[in-house]
Protein backbone atom coordinates (compact mmCIF):
# COMPACT_ATOMS: atom_id res chain seq x y z
CA UNK A 1 0.00 0.00 0.00
CA UNK A 2 2.48 2.05 0.91
CA UNK A 3 4.47 1.90 -2.85
CA UNK A 4 0.85 2.42 -4.38
CA UNK A 5 0.62 6.05 -2.46
CA UNK A 6 4.26 6.89 -3.54
CA UNK A 7 3.48 5.72 -6.83
CA UNK A 8 0.67 8.02 -6.79
CA UNK A 9 2.11 11.16 -5.18
CA UNK A 10 4.89 10.84 -7.79
CA UNK A 11 3.10 10.67 -10.66
CA UNK A 12 0.70 14.01 -9.94
CA UNK A 13 3.74 15.82 -8.83
CA UNK A 14 5.33 14.56 -12.69
CA UNK A 15 1.68 15.97 -13.84
CA UNK A 16 2.27 18.87 -11.39
CA UNK A 17 5.53 19.92 -12.80
CA UNK A 18 4.65 19.05 -16.87
CA UNK A 19 1.82 21.61 -16.23
CA UNK A 20 3.61 24.00 -14.43
CA UNK A 21 6.21 23.92 -16.97
CA UNK A 22 3.91 24.77 -20.03
CA UNK A 23 1.76 27.29 -18.34
CA UNK A 24 4.74 29.20 -16.74
CA UNK A 25 8.14 28.37 -17.03
CA UNK A 26 8.10 27.03 -21.04
CA UNK A 27 11.48 28.38 -21.64
CA UNK A 28 13.12 26.76 -18.42
CA UNK A 29 13.86 22.58 -19.03
CA UNK A 30 10.40 20.48 -17.33
CA UNK A 31 13.48 18.77 -15.75
CA UNK A 32 14.32 21.26 -13.54
CA UNK A 33 10.64 22.13 -12.72
CA UNK A 34 10.31 18.19 -11.58
CA UNK A 35 13.74 18.54 -9.13
CA UNK A 36 12.32 21.87 -7.60
CA UNK A 37 8.73 20.22 -7.33
CA UNK A 38 10.50 16.92 -5.69
CA UNK A 39 12.58 18.68 -2.97
CA UNK A 40 9.46 21.01 -2.44
CA UNK A 41 7.83 17.19 -0.94
CA UNK A 42 11.28 16.64 0.49
CA UNK A 43 10.64 19.83 2.76
CA UNK A 44 7.14 19.15 3.58
CA UNK A 45 6.96 16.58 5.97
CA UNK A 46 3.45 15.59 5.09
CA UNK A 47 4.29 15.06 1.74
CA UNK A 48 7.95 13.62 2.49
CA UNK A 49 6.16 10.78 4.98
CA UNK A 50 4.34 9.68 1.61
CA UNK A 51 7.29 8.70 -0.51
CA UNK A 52 8.71 5.00 0.45
CA UNK A 53 12.59 4.75 1.22
CA UNK A 54 14.72 4.95 -2.27
CA UNK A 55 15.17 1.68 -3.54
CA UNK A 56 17.88 1.65 -6.21
CA UNK A 57 16.54 -1.86 -7.66
CA UNK A 58 12.97 -0.53 -7.83
CA UNK A 59 13.84 2.99 -9.14
CA UNK A 60 15.86 1.34 -11.66
CA UNK A 61 13.97 -1.69 -12.98
CA UNK A 62 10.33 0.19 -12.77
CA UNK A 63 11.48 3.41 -14.09
CA UNK A 64 14.50 3.99 -15.82
CA UNK A 65 14.78 0.54 -17.82
CA UNK A 66 10.98 1.35 -19.31
CA UNK A 67 12.97 4.95 -20.12
CA UNK A 68 16.03 3.34 -21.70
CA UNK A 69 13.83 0.67 -23.69
CA UNK A 70 11.23 3.77 -25.33
CA UNK A 71 15.09 5.54 -26.24
CA UNK A 72 16.55 2.40 -27.46
CA UNK A 73 13.30 2.36 -29.59
CA UNK A 74 13.39 5.91 -30.79
CA UNK A 75 16.82 5.02 -31.99
CA UNK A 76 17.35 3.05 -35.47
CA UNK A 77 19.08 -0.04 -35.16
CA UNK A 78 20.89 0.78 -38.68
CA UNK A 79 22.57 4.00 -36.88
CA UNK A 80 23.88 1.70 -34.12
CA UNK A 81 25.22 -0.67 -36.29
CA UNK A 82 27.00 2.17 -38.66
CA UNK A 83 28.69 3.57 -34.79
CA UNK A 84 29.26 0.78 -33.48
CA UNK A 85 33.60 1.15 -33.59
CA UNK A 86 32.33 4.61 -31.66
CA UNK A 87 29.70 3.59 -29.22
CA UNK A 88 32.75 0.47 -28.42
CA UNK A 89 35.30 3.11 -27.91
CA UNK A 90 32.60 5.80 -26.04
CA UNK A 91 31.57 3.25 -23.74
CA UNK A 92 34.71 0.74 -23.18
CA UNK A 93 37.72 2.86 -23.65
CA UNK A 94 36.89 6.56 -22.70
CA UNK A 95 35.01 4.86 -19.81
CA UNK A 96 37.87 3.69 -18.50
CA UNK A 97 39.73 6.56 -19.26
CA UNK A 98 37.33 9.06 -17.04
CA UNK A 99 37.44 6.33 -14.24
CA UNK A 100 41.12 6.17 -14.11
CA UNK A 101 41.31 9.95 -13.86
CA UNK A 102 38.71 10.28 -11.60
CA UNK A 103 39.98 7.29 -8.82
CA UNK A 104 43.61 8.54 -9.44
CA UNK A 105 42.60 12.31 -9.00
CA UNK A 106 40.21 11.63 -5.96
CA UNK A 107 43.05 9.30 -4.60
CA UNK A 108 46.23 11.97 -5.02
CA UNK A 109 44.17 14.81 -3.88
CA UNK A 110 42.28 14.23 -1.38
CA UNK A 111 43.67 11.61 0.16
CA UNK A 112 41.37 8.63 -0.17
CA UNK A 113 42.24 5.34 -0.37
CA UNK A 114 42.59 4.08 -3.68
CA UNK A 115 39.50 1.26 -3.82
CA UNK A 116 37.29 3.96 -2.19
CA UNK A 117 38.76 6.41 -5.12
CA UNK A 118 37.76 4.14 -7.91
CA UNK A 119 34.84 3.13 -6.16
CA UNK A 120 33.42 6.92 -6.49
CA UNK A 121 35.24 7.13 -9.93
CA UNK A 122 33.06 4.42 -11.35
CA UNK A 123 29.60 5.66 -10.31
CA UNK A 124 30.87 9.12 -11.74
CA UNK A 125 31.31 7.37 -15.47
CA UNK A 126 27.36 6.87 -16.62
CA UNK A 127 25.67 9.53 -18.28
CA UNK A 128 21.90 9.90 -18.41
CA UNK A 129 19.89 9.48 -21.95
CA UNK A 130 16.95 11.73 -20.31
CA UNK A 131 18.67 14.91 -18.85
CA UNK A 132 20.94 16.19 -22.00
CA UNK A 133 17.94 18.12 -22.84
CA UNK A 134 17.84 20.03 -19.30
CA UNK A 135 21.05 21.98 -20.19
CA UNK A 136 20.33 22.23 -24.24
CA UNK A 137 17.04 23.73 -23.86
CA UNK A 138 16.82 26.61 -26.48
CA UNK A 139 19.93 25.76 -28.25
CA UNK A 140 21.11 24.08 -31.23
CA UNK A 141 23.14 20.74 -30.57
CA UNK A 142 25.06 19.88 -33.32
CA UNK A 143 23.71 16.58 -34.86
CA UNK A 144 27.07 15.07 -34.29
CA UNK A 145 27.62 15.44 -31.06
CA UNK A 146 23.78 15.10 -30.34
CA UNK A 147 23.98 11.73 -31.88
CA UNK A 148 27.74 10.71 -30.01
CA UNK A 149 25.97 11.83 -26.75
CA UNK A 150 22.62 9.40 -27.02
CA UNK A 151 24.39 6.08 -28.04
CA UNK A 152 26.87 6.71 -25.31
CA UNK A 153 24.37 7.14 -22.94
CA UNK A 154 22.10 4.31 -23.69
CA UNK A 155 25.01 1.77 -23.52
CA UNK A 156 27.95 3.34 -20.97
CA UNK A 157 25.64 2.44 -18.01
CA UNK A 158 26.94 -1.22 -18.16
CA UNK A 159 30.45 -0.21 -18.42
CA UNK A 160 29.65 1.85 -15.01
CA UNK A 161 28.71 -1.17 -13.18
CA UNK A 162 31.22 -3.98 -14.49
CA UNK A 163 33.71 -0.80 -13.26
CA UNK A 164 31.51 -0.34 -9.49
CA UNK A 165 31.52 -3.79 -9.50
CA UNK A 166 35.63 -4.53 -9.52
CA UNK A 167 36.41 -1.73 -7.04
CA UNK A 168 33.78 -2.76 -4.54
CA UNK A 169 35.21 -6.45 -4.72
CA UNK A 170 39.00 -4.48 -4.52
CA UNK A 171 37.61 -2.68 -1.40
CA UNK A 172 36.18 -5.90 0.44
CA UNK A 173 38.95 -8.48 -0.45
CA UNK A 174 41.91 -5.95 -1.16
CA UNK A 175 42.90 -7.00 -4.94
CA UNK A 176 41.89 -6.16 -8.65
CA UNK A 177 40.01 -9.05 -9.92
CA UNK A 178 41.37 -8.11 -13.31
CA UNK A 179 39.63 -11.26 -15.41
CA UNK A 180 37.12 -11.05 -14.12
CA UNK A 181 36.05 -7.77 -15.12
CA UNK A 182 37.68 -8.33 -18.30
CA UNK A 183 35.35 -10.94 -19.15
CA UNK A 184 32.07 -8.72 -18.42
CA UNK A 185 33.27 -6.32 -20.36
CA UNK A 186 33.33 -8.57 -23.51
CA UNK A 187 30.66 -11.29 -22.63
CA UNK A 188 27.71 -9.03 -24.38
CA UNK A 189 25.23 -11.08 -22.24
CA UNK A 190 23.18 -8.57 -21.87
CA UNK A 191 23.19 -8.07 -25.64
CA UNK A 192 23.04 -11.51 -26.29
CA UNK A 193 19.83 -11.80 -23.97
CA UNK A 194 18.20 -8.61 -24.91
CA UNK A 195 18.35 -9.51 -28.81
CA UNK A 196 17.34 -13.02 -28.17
CA UNK A 197 14.13 -12.49 -25.83
CA UNK A 198 13.02 -9.01 -27.83
CA UNK A 199 13.25 -11.09 -31.00
CA UNK A 200 11.12 -13.84 -29.63
CA UNK A 201 8.67 -11.38 -28.50
CA UNK A 202 8.52 -9.75 -31.63
CA UNK A 203 7.94 -13.40 -33.58
CA UNK A 204 4.92 -14.04 -30.95
CA UNK A 205 3.78 -10.40 -31.34
CA UNK A 206 3.77 -10.52 -35.07
CA UNK A 207 1.91 -14.60 -35.03
CA UNK A 208 -0.41 -12.97 -32.94
CA UNK A 209 -1.24 -9.59 -35.07
CA UNK A 210 -1.45 -11.82 -38.49
CA UNK A 211 -3.99 -14.96 -36.77
CA UNK A 212 -6.74 -15.54 -36.15
CA UNK A 213 -7.50 -13.46 -33.68
CA UNK A 214 -7.87 -10.97 -36.77
CA UNK A 215 -5.87 -8.15 -35.24
CA UNK A 216 -4.96 -7.07 -38.84
CA UNK A 217 -6.73 -3.45 -39.64
CA UNK A 218 -9.61 -4.38 -37.24
CA UNK A 219 -11.30 -1.18 -35.69
CA UNK A 220 -13.34 -3.14 -33.59
CA UNK A 221 -10.24 -4.54 -32.52
CA UNK A 222 -7.46 -2.62 -30.51
CA UNK A 223 -4.88 -5.29 -29.95
CA UNK A 224 -4.89 -5.50 -25.88
CA UNK A 225 -2.84 -8.17 -25.54
CA UNK A 226 -0.67 -6.91 -27.73
CA UNK A 227 -0.18 -3.50 -25.97
CA UNK A 228 0.25 -5.61 -22.16
CA UNK A 229 2.85 -7.38 -23.65
CA UNK A 230 4.64 -4.48 -25.34
CA UNK A 231 3.99 -2.67 -21.63
CA UNK A 232 5.68 -5.47 -20.32
CA UNK A 233 8.53 -6.26 -22.00
CA UNK A 234 11.11 -3.87 -20.62
CA UNK A 235 10.41 -5.42 -17.18
CA UNK A 236 10.49 -8.70 -18.28
CA UNK A 237 13.92 -8.39 -19.95
CA UNK A 238 15.36 -6.25 -17.44
CA UNK A 239 14.74 -8.71 -14.74
CA UNK A 240 15.35 -11.69 -16.46
CA UNK A 241 18.64 -10.49 -17.30
CA UNK A 242 19.56 -9.33 -14.32
CA UNK A 243 18.67 -12.91 -12.55
CA UNK A 244 20.90 -14.50 -15.20
CA UNK A 245 23.60 -11.97 -14.05
CA UNK A 246 24.37 -9.98 -17.46
CA UNK A 247 23.26 -6.34 -17.81
CA UNK A 248 19.74 -6.01 -17.41
CA UNK A 249 20.55 -2.18 -18.95
CA UNK A 250 21.73 -3.06 -22.22
CA UNK A 251 19.20 -6.47 -22.55
CA UNK A 252 16.70 -3.45 -22.67
CA UNK A 253 18.23 -0.71 -24.82
CA UNK A 254 19.04 -3.31 -27.07
CA UNK A 255 15.27 -5.10 -27.04
CA UNK A 256 14.57 -0.85 -28.03
CA UNK A 257 16.56 -1.15 -30.90
CA UNK A 258 14.95 -5.08 -31.95
CA UNK A 259 11.50 -3.24 -31.70
CA UNK A 260 12.55 0.09 -33.31
CA UNK A 261 12.11 -1.83 -36.85
CA UNK A 262 9.07 -4.01 -36.11
CA UNK A 263 7.37 -0.62 -35.45
CA UNK A 264 9.08 0.56 -38.69
CA UNK A 265 7.44 -2.25 -40.82
CA UNK A 266 3.87 -3.61 -39.08
CA UNK A 267 2.59 0.20 -38.19
CA UNK A 268 -0.53 -0.02 -41.01
CA UNK A 269 -1.14 -3.82 -39.93
CA UNK A 270 -3.13 -2.40 -37.48
CA UNK A 271 -3.36 1.03 -37.73
CA UNK A 272 -5.16 1.61 -34.20
CA UNK A 273 -2.73 -0.42 -32.52
CA UNK A 274 0.19 1.32 -33.92
CA UNK A 275 -1.04 4.51 -33.02
CA UNK A 276 -2.21 3.84 -29.24
CA UNK A 277 1.33 2.26 -28.58
CA UNK A 278 2.61 5.48 -30.08
CA UNK A 279 0.56 7.35 -27.57
CA UNK A 280 1.10 5.01 -24.77
CA UNK A 281 5.17 5.94 -25.54
CA UNK A 282 4.87 9.16 -24.92
CA UNK A 283 2.28 9.19 -22.10
CA UNK A 284 4.85 6.90 -20.08
CA UNK A 285 7.91 9.45 -21.26
CA UNK A 286 6.96 12.27 -19.90
CA UNK A 287 5.29 11.04 -17.05
CA UNK A 288 8.56 8.52 -16.32
CA UNK A 289 11.18 11.53 -16.96
CA UNK A 290 9.59 13.83 -14.74
CA UNK A 291 9.31 10.97 -12.27
CA UNK A 292 13.31 10.32 -12.39
CA UNK A 293 14.19 14.17 -11.94
CA UNK A 294 11.39 14.51 -8.78
CA UNK A 295 12.69 11.64 -7.38
CA UNK A 296 16.23 13.08 -7.37
CA UNK A 297 14.83 16.25 -6.42
CA UNK A 298 13.55 14.36 -3.20
CA UNK A 299 16.81 12.19 -2.23
CA UNK A 300 19.49 15.41 -2.83
CA UNK A 301 17.60 17.54 -0.10
CA UNK A 302 16.74 14.01 2.01
CA UNK A 303 20.44 13.65 1.87
CA UNK A 304 21.36 17.49 2.60
CA UNK A 305 19.16 17.36 5.26
CA UNK A 306 19.92 14.74 6.56
CA UNK A 307 22.67 15.34 9.60
CA UNK A 308 23.86 11.61 10.00
CA UNK A 309 25.00 11.82 6.26
CA UNK A 310 27.85 13.02 7.03
CA UNK A 311 32.04 11.93 6.83
CA UNK A 312 33.27 13.07 10.36
CA UNK A 313 31.91 16.22 10.15
CA UNK A 314 34.46 17.04 7.25
CA UNK A 315 33.86 19.08 3.60
CA UNK A 316 35.49 16.84 1.54
CA UNK A 317 33.07 15.63 -0.17
CA UNK A 318 32.61 19.08 -1.23
CA UNK A 319 36.07 18.88 -3.25
CA UNK A 320 36.03 15.08 -4.23
CA UNK A 321 32.65 16.15 -6.03
CA UNK A 322 34.47 18.70 -7.73
CA UNK A 323 37.44 16.58 -8.68
CA UNK A 324 35.26 14.07 -10.03
CA UNK A 325 33.61 16.77 -12.22
CA UNK A 326 36.59 17.81 -13.80
CA UNK A 327 38.67 14.77 -14.26
CA UNK A 328 35.50 13.79 -15.89
CA UNK A 329 35.02 16.90 -18.33
CA UNK A 330 38.56 16.98 -19.05
CA UNK A 331 39.00 12.87 -19.71
CA UNK A 332 36.17 13.28 -21.87
CA UNK A 333 37.64 16.21 -23.76
CA UNK A 334 40.93 14.57 -23.90
CA UNK A 335 39.45 11.79 -25.51
CA UNK A 336 37.22 12.77 -28.30
CA UNK A 337 39.82 16.07 -29.19
CA UNK A 338 42.43 12.88 -29.42
CA UNK A 339 40.90 9.57 -30.65
CA UNK A 340 37.97 10.42 -32.51
CA UNK A 341 39.84 13.91 -33.85
CA UNK A 342 36.68 16.60 -33.60
CA UNK A 343 37.20 20.52 -33.36
CA UNK A 344 38.06 22.22 -30.02
CA UNK A 345 34.54 23.46 -30.05
CA UNK A 346 32.71 19.77 -30.45
CA UNK A 347 34.81 18.44 -27.57
CA UNK A 348 33.52 21.02 -25.49
CA UNK A 349 30.25 20.56 -26.53
CA UNK A 350 30.71 16.40 -26.19
CA UNK A 351 32.32 16.89 -22.63
CA UNK A 352 29.61 19.33 -20.97
CA UNK A 353 26.88 17.10 -22.43
CA UNK A 354 28.14 14.05 -20.51
CA UNK A 355 25.15 15.28 -18.19
CA UNK A 356 24.84 12.64 -15.22
CA UNK A 357 21.68 11.97 -13.23
CA UNK A 358 19.45 9.20 -11.86
CA UNK A 359 21.84 5.90 -12.90
CA UNK A 360 24.61 8.05 -11.02
CA UNK A 361 21.79 8.48 -7.79
CA UNK A 362 20.99 4.62 -8.36
CA UNK A 363 24.28 3.01 -8.50
CA UNK A 364 25.68 5.81 -5.26
CA UNK A 365 22.76 3.76 -3.32
CA UNK A 366 24.09 0.37 -4.76
CA UNK A 367 26.50 1.04 -2.10
CA UNK A 368 24.51 0.78 0.81
CA UNK A 369 24.14 -2.70 0.18
CA UNK A 370 27.61 -3.79 0.47
CA UNK A 371 30.23 -4.52 2.46
CA UNK A 372 31.29 -0.70 2.16
CA UNK A 373 31.15 1.14 5.87
CA UNK A 374 28.70 3.62 6.45
CA UNK A 375 31.15 6.62 6.72
CA UNK A 376 32.35 5.88 3.47
CA UNK A 377 28.85 5.16 2.03
CA UNK A 378 27.59 8.54 3.32
CA UNK A 379 30.90 10.15 1.69
CA UNK A 380 29.97 8.57 -2.03
CA UNK A 381 26.39 9.63 -1.42
CA UNK A 382 27.35 13.19 -0.69
CA UNK A 383 30.30 13.66 -3.40
CA UNK A 384 28.31 11.92 -6.19
CA UNK A 385 24.89 14.45 -5.33
CA UNK A 386 27.39 16.86 -6.19
CA UNK A 387 28.50 15.79 -9.25
CA UNK A 388 25.23 15.81 -10.24
CA UNK A 389 24.83 19.20 -9.75
CA UNK A 390 27.69 20.06 -11.08
CA UNK A 391 26.98 18.51 -14.33
CA UNK A 392 24.09 19.99 -14.50
CA UNK A 393 24.49 23.34 -13.62
CA UNK A 394 27.64 23.90 -15.24
CA UNK A 395 26.64 23.04 -19.30
CA UNK A 396 23.56 24.89 -18.38
CA UNK A 397 25.43 28.16 -17.83
CA UNK A 398 28.48 27.71 -20.65
CA UNK A 399 25.96 26.62 -23.33
CA UNK A 400 24.47 29.82 -23.28
CA UNK A 401 28.00 30.93 -25.30
CA UNK A 402 28.95 27.58 -26.36
CA UNK A 403 25.89 26.82 -28.42
CA UNK A 404 23.73 28.79 -30.92
CA UNK A 405 20.00 29.55 -29.88
CA UNK A 406 17.50 28.35 -31.71
CA UNK A 407 15.49 30.83 -33.93
CA UNK A 408 12.09 31.13 -33.10
CA UNK A 409 10.00 31.38 -35.98
CA UNK A 410 7.55 34.05 -35.04
CA UNK A 411 6.18 34.43 -38.35
CA UNK A 412 5.52 30.73 -39.07
CA UNK A 413 3.83 29.95 -35.88
CA UNK A 414 1.53 33.16 -37.01
CA UNK A 415 1.09 32.15 -40.49
CA UNK A 416 -0.15 28.75 -39.04
CA UNK A 417 -2.42 30.29 -36.97
CA UNK A 418 -3.99 32.63 -39.62
CA UNK A 419 -4.30 29.19 -42.31
CA UNK A 420 -5.75 27.39 -39.37
CA UNK A 421 -8.32 30.03 -39.03
CA UNK A 422 -9.59 29.96 -42.69
CA UNK A 423 -9.04 26.64 -42.91
CA UNK A 424 -11.88 26.04 -39.92
CA UNK A 425 -14.01 29.11 -41.65
CA UNK A 426 -13.95 27.02 -44.94
CA UNK A 427 -15.24 24.09 -42.95
CA UNK A 428 -18.39 25.75 -41.16
CA UNK A 429 -18.94 27.67 -44.41
CA UNK A 430 -19.44 24.48 -46.57
CA UNK A 431 -21.45 23.16 -43.41
CA UNK A 432 -23.59 25.86 -43.39
CA UNK A 433 -24.63 25.40 -46.78
CA UNK A 434 -25.53 22.06 -46.52
CA UNK A 435 -29.45 21.02 -46.47
CA UNK A 436 -28.91 19.49 -42.82
CA UNK A 437 -30.78 20.73 -39.74
CA UNK A 438 -29.61 23.19 -37.62
CA UNK A 439 -29.23 21.13 -34.16
CA UNK A 440 -26.53 19.42 -36.39
CA UNK A 441 -25.51 22.79 -38.16
CA UNK A 442 -24.69 24.24 -34.67
CA UNK A 443 -23.53 21.08 -33.19
CA UNK A 444 -20.98 20.80 -35.55
CA UNK A 445 -19.93 24.11 -35.63
CA UNK A 446 -18.75 23.99 -32.56
CA UNK A 447 -16.72 21.00 -32.96
CA UNK A 448 -14.86 22.70 -35.93
CA UNK A 449 -14.09 25.93 -34.00
CA UNK A 450 -12.53 23.41 -31.34
CA UNK A 451 -9.95 22.98 -33.50
CA UNK A 452 -8.69 26.54 -32.67
CA UNK A 453 -9.43 26.72 -29.40
CA UNK A 454 -12.33 29.26 -29.94
CA UNK A 455 -14.89 28.13 -27.74
CA UNK A 456 -15.78 29.15 -24.45
CA UNK A 457 -16.39 27.42 -20.92
CA UNK A 458 -19.59 28.55 -21.26
CA UNK A 459 -20.16 27.37 -24.72
CA UNK A 460 -18.98 24.02 -23.91
CA UNK A 461 -20.96 23.97 -20.40
CA UNK A 462 -24.17 24.55 -22.80
CA UNK A 463 -23.49 21.98 -25.32
CA UNK A 464 -22.65 19.35 -22.42
CA UNK A 465 -26.29 19.79 -21.06
CA UNK A 466 -27.90 20.08 -24.81
CA UNK A 467 -25.86 16.15 -24.94
CA UNK A 468 -27.17 14.96 -21.64
CA UNK A 469 -31.18 16.15 -22.28
CA UNK A 470 -30.47 14.72 -25.77
CA UNK A 471 -32.09 11.36 -26.65
CA UNK A 472 -29.40 8.73 -28.34
CA UNK A 473 -29.19 9.34 -31.52
CA UNK A 474 -30.90 7.19 -34.27
CA UNK A 475 -28.43 5.00 -36.52
CA UNK A 476 -29.67 7.15 -39.61
CA UNK A 477 -29.23 10.24 -37.53
CA UNK A 478 -25.47 8.80 -36.63
CA UNK A 479 -24.75 7.89 -40.49
CA UNK A 480 -26.14 11.50 -41.35
CA UNK A 481 -23.57 13.39 -38.90
CA UNK A 482 -20.56 10.67 -40.43
CA UNK A 483 -21.01 11.72 -43.36
CA UNK A 484 -21.59 15.76 -42.55
CA UNK A 485 -18.21 15.66 -40.41
CA UNK A 486 -16.50 13.61 -43.42
CA UNK A 487 -17.45 16.22 -46.03
CA UNK A 488 -16.39 19.03 -43.62
CA UNK A 489 -12.80 17.35 -43.39
CA UNK A 490 -12.86 17.20 -46.80
CA UNK A 491 -13.32 20.85 -47.26
CA UNK A 492 -10.41 21.65 -44.42
CA UNK A 493 -7.82 19.46 -46.62
CA UNK A 494 -8.91 21.15 -50.24
CA UNK A 495 -8.33 24.42 -48.69
CA UNK A 496 -5.10 23.47 -47.21
CA UNK A 497 -4.44 21.64 -50.60
CA UNK A 498 -5.06 24.98 -52.57
CA UNK A 499 -2.89 27.04 -49.92
CA UNK A 500 -0.15 24.51 -50.36
CA UNK A 501 0.04 23.70 -54.09
CA UNK A 502 -1.68 26.73 -55.67
CA UNK A 503 -1.01 30.13 -53.87
CA UNK A 504 2.12 28.23 -51.76
CA UNK A 505 1.28 30.20 -49.06
CA UNK A 506 2.38 27.52 -46.62
CA UNK A 507 5.62 25.28 -46.37
CA UNK A 508 5.96 21.56 -46.52
CA UNK A 509 6.04 20.99 -43.11
CA UNK A 510 3.18 23.71 -41.81
CA UNK A 511 1.16 21.51 -44.60
CA UNK A 512 2.18 18.72 -43.09
CA UNK A 513 1.57 19.56 -39.19
CA UNK A 514 -1.84 21.21 -39.94
CA UNK A 515 -3.02 17.64 -42.02
CA UNK A 516 -2.36 15.60 -38.93
CA UNK A 517 -4.55 18.14 -36.85
CA UNK A 518 -7.46 17.39 -40.04
CA UNK A 519 -6.56 13.48 -39.82
CA UNK A 520 -6.48 13.23 -36.16
CA UNK A 521 -9.90 15.64 -35.44
CA UNK A 522 -11.37 12.93 -38.15
CA UNK A 523 -10.21 9.47 -36.36
CA UNK A 524 -11.58 10.94 -33.08
CA UNK A 525 -14.83 12.21 -34.54
CA UNK A 526 -14.82 8.62 -37.05
CA UNK A 527 -14.64 6.12 -33.61
CA UNK A 528 -18.31 7.16 -32.79
CA UNK A 529 -19.42 6.27 -36.18
CA UNK A 530 -17.91 2.49 -35.98
CA UNK A 531 -18.97 1.77 -32.84
Known sequence: MALLISTGVLVVAAMVSIVINRRWLPRLSVNYVSMFIGAGIAVIPFLNGLIEKFNSDIFI?????????????NTRLNL???????????????????????GLGTSLLAGVGLPLAFILAAISTPTDATATESVTMGRVLPQREQTSLKLESLFNDASGIILLNMAILWYVNGYINYSQTLWDFVAGGGIAFGGLVSGLIVYI????????????????????????????????????????????????????????AE????????????????????LLSDI???????????????????????????????????????????????????????????????ALGGIHGAVTFALAFTVAETQVKTTDFNLVLMSESLLIILSLLVPTIVFRWLLTKI???????????????????AGVYDLWQMP????????????????????????????????????????????????????????????????????????????????HEITMAEMVVLEYGVK
Open 263 to 282: GERSALANPQLASDIYQLIG
Open 205 to 260: RQLMLRSKLNFINNTYNNGTPLKVIYLMTPFVLYFGAEALGVSGIIAVVFAGLVHN
Open 61 to 73: GLIVAPLLYFEGQ
Open 407 to 425: KTDTDGAAKMAVIREQMIE
Open 436 to 515: ISQEFKAAVTFDLRSQNGHTTVRQFISEWRRMVQHPEYTADEMRELMVIYRQVFQTERDYLQRQYDATHAISEDLFNRLY
Open 288 to 350: LNSVVFIVLGIMLLRTALDHSVSYNGSLIWIVIGVILYVANLLARYGYVRLIHHVSNREAWVF
Open 80 to 102: VGRHVREIVSLTVGMVILCAVMA
